[in-house]
């Protein structure tokens, strides 16, 4: 198994409160990792770290593969203003592509392939041409997904991918991300709420703790450990 | 409203007059309706209409001072562009605020030290614009400005789009949305007090606005809003700019009502069309 990123050490602040201190994992290609923790311990935090957005206090973000921070395939957390917006879903899938474009101003009709690609992959080809602000929460969500897509060559980073959606969309979202996963052969970091859902569905787990001590491991790992006992305790 | 009409079809009129308000003010349209797109779709609207209070007290001070108007708005209102947008990010200072906060000083200046200096005529040409007043200078800086903003739209049209419709996720893909809003806020700016020299400060922003909102009822695509806010604003400027002339109305507000009527005239179509 290939290495794909290894975080070593990271450190960072945010406001001027240190909430990621000397943090350290690696991912093998094909791993799906969750990133759990309570509000405020720092995922949203790292998320922006590993996409390189965001200056790091201290450590080292390696990625394999001339692959670079670029390349990761990005479904931001819902926010309200998408809502209302005038773009139709193939605009907002092949936006995707921006960051393998370089300068040149113009989509190719490799880049346009791409993002047909991602659009039948996720089965949303037939509303291409439908506005946004006219999807159902859990279209738009397969339509983000679909641009996270192009910008990935093999990482996805879903920041709360099922936040707001119903329980059936719900359901198929994960579903989805999968068979991304399994059949793709995505790499998948995953933000989740979701305890039982993330051990369920997860083979790496990382918990995010404000005391320092967070931890790494395999879900049945994590079971045992303190810090999941407490977590699944709470969710029962 | 004869004598109107024989006025306007005089070459004197036309030539010296008429043609450089037209091409100077479609040029500042255009302008207005293609920043608006992005300034409306990301909530900064109230920027411009800041932006063009705060240009006001600063075209106030250079009149008392007797510096040549432009030399002092422009580097005072773009410097307050980067100041608006970096306030409208941080969440310190609500951004709408912090707009409220300074347009409204700006104006208490502008007012105060015109009113001071006894030059409240000159002054509000500002106010309320002077279209007709364009010299050939402002023609040639607004058409300058339009090809620069019709180009950098052109070329960074797909940029553009994913930085209005998702910053973060733009930045993720290693698009430097800094360097973009810093563009905007430029050439914002520098929209802002071109235009308000021929609409004035009051509807400067509704140009900005408008357009943008108008073919949001209708168009589905990005692409769309961008065509038909172009389009809808040269429209109302031509439109508007021939009933001022017909019935003697004032140009800037003319305009600003032939905007209105297209806005609800696509309110209409576009319920229409969800039915």
Known sequence: ?236 | MNDNIRLMFTPEFFGSILLPALIGGIAVTVCCSLLGVTLVLKRYSMIGDGLSHIGYGALSVAAVMNVAPLKLALPVVIIAAFILLRLSESSKMNGDSAIAFFSTTALAVGILVSSKAGLTNDVSHYMFGSILAMTKGDVILSVVLSVIVILAYVVLYNRIFSVTFDETFARATGVNAGIYNMIFAVLTAVTVVLGMMMMGALLISSLIVIPTLTSVRVCKSFRGVVLTSGAVSVVSFLAGMMISLLFNTAPGASIVIVNVVFFLIFSVVGRAMKR
């Open chain 1, 1 to 236: 198994m290939k290495t794909i990123i290894e975080c070593k050490d990271l450190s960072a602040s945010y406001d001027g409160m240190k909430v990621l201190n000397s943090l350290s994992f690696s991912l093998n290609e094909g791993d799906y990792m969750c990133i759990l923790g309570e509000n405020g311990s720092g995922k949203s935090t790292l998320v922006k770290c590993l996409l390189g957005i965001k200056q790091l206090d201290g450590g080292k973000i390696t990625m394999c593969d001339g692959l670079s921070q670029k390349d990761i395939g990005y479904l931001p957390q819902h926010t309200n203003l998408q809502n209302g917006f005038p773009a139709t879903v193939s605009e907002v899938v092949i936006s995707g592509c921006l960051g393998r474009r370089g300068f040149r101003p113009f989509y190719s009709s490799d880049e346009k392939k791409i993002a047909k690609a991602a659009m039948e992959r996720l089965g949303i080809a037939d509303l291409a041409k439908r506005s946004c602000r006219e999807l159902s929460g859990g279209q738009q969500q397969r339509m983000l997904l679909a641009r996270a897509m192009c910008a990935a060559k093999k990482l996805l980073l879903l920041d709360e991918p099922v936040n707001g959606l119903d329980p059936a969309a719900q359901e198929e979202m994960y579903s989805l991300i999968q068979e991304l996963n399994r059949k793709d052969g995505m790499t998948v970091i995953m933000v989740s709420h979701d305890v039982v859902r993330a051990v369920d569905c997860s083979n790496r787990i990382l918990c995010l703790c404000s005391n320092d001590h967070s931890f790494f491991g395999t879900p049945e790992e994590y079971l045992n450990s303190h810090l999941g006992s407490k977590f699944l305790g709470e969710s029962k």
